[in-house]
């Protein structure tokens, strides 16, 4: 369990699948390379837009070593907006979309402080890795 109630724990399972990928995750940071925040996740413009949070529940599949790295490539991409929290966990199971590439399913939470208010955007995403386990997008 995380701080924040979230459960990102891979079941026995699911992790027995996922070995099969062939894609080992080791943290990396491309070089200057950085991915950009999908529009649904970005603070709202309008400030009267109202946010709506439910508690994100995670669904076992994306291992804790892959939710980290995309949680860090997500907390970067969201500094720039003023994020001052970033809560990811699973929402599925990996898919290998080439030799070097997985797609993994998160969901995903992050408050930015808007006129003293907290404002929450949430979106399940895609979190695509390469080889090295270094994140290459976020749709």
């Known amino acids: 369990m995380d701080d924040d109630g979230t459960s990102t724990a891979a079941t026995a399972a699911v992790a027995a699948t996922t070995t099969a990928t062939a ?11 950085s991915v950009g925040l999908p529009p649904s996740l970005q603070p709202p413009s309008d400030v009267n837009s109202p946010s709506t949070v439910s508690p994100i529940k995670a669904l076992p599949g994306v291992p804790d070593e892959v939710v980290r790295a995309c949680h860090d490539a997500l907390e970067s991409a969201a500094a720039p907006f003023g994020a001052t929290s970033v809560r990811v966990s699973s929402a599925g199971s990996i898919h290998q979309l080439s030799p070097d590439t997985i797609s993994a399913p998160i969901e995903v939470s992050i408050d930015y402080v808007r006129q003293g208010k907290v404002e929450t955007r949430q979106a399940p995403i895609k979190c695509e890795l390469n080889a090295t386990g270094g994140v290459i997008g976020l749709t």
């Open 23 to 33: 894609v080992s995750v080791v943290p990396s940071v491309e070089a200057g390379r």
